[in-house]
């Protein structure tokens, strides 16, 4: 069983940026690969960022390449998402997301396991 809470989620203005926290409980974190989706509303959930079990390699939805980083860290049970140079279309909950098979996660059919999700919201 894996729990995630999200943070760092809130309003900013378009242009500015956000870091998103998502801390893991339990020993094997490393086990997983983690990512990050979003839903706006009246929308359904897509797929932003992904990271493997290492943090070696990662990637990104077309829609945020080159504005948001995803990364991890193994030590404190942790994966972030950030996001610069925000637009008013990514204004989302954000949700973190924890697969235990294959390589890559690319679609919400396939995490096992999601956090709460954050809300974010970018003013034009």
């Known amino acids: 069983q894996v729990q995630l809470v999200e943070s760092g989620g809130g309003l900013v203005q378009a242009g500015g940026s956000l870091r998103l926290s998502c801390a893991a409980s339990?020993?094997?974190?490393?086990?997983?690969?983690m990512g990050w989706f979003r839903q706006a509303p009246g929308k359904e959930r897509e797929f932003v960022a992904g990271?493997?079990?290492?943090?070696?390699?990662?990637y990104l939805a077309d829609s945020v390449k080159g504005r948001f980083t995803i990364s991890r860290d193994n030590i404190r049970n942790t994966v972030y998402l950030q996001m610069n140079s925000l637009k008013p279309e990514d204004t989302a909950v954000y949700y973190c997301?924890?697969?235990?098979?294959?390589?890559?996660?690319?679609?919400?059919?396939?995490?096992?396991?999601w956090g709460q999700g954050t809300q974010v919201t970018v003013s034009s």
């Open positions: 990271v493997s079990r290492s943090g070696g390699s990662t």
């Open positions: 997301a924890a697969q235990y098979s294959g390589s890559r996660m690319v679609s919400s059919s396939e995490p096992d396991y």
């Open positions: 339990g020993r094997t974190f490393s086990s997983y690969i």
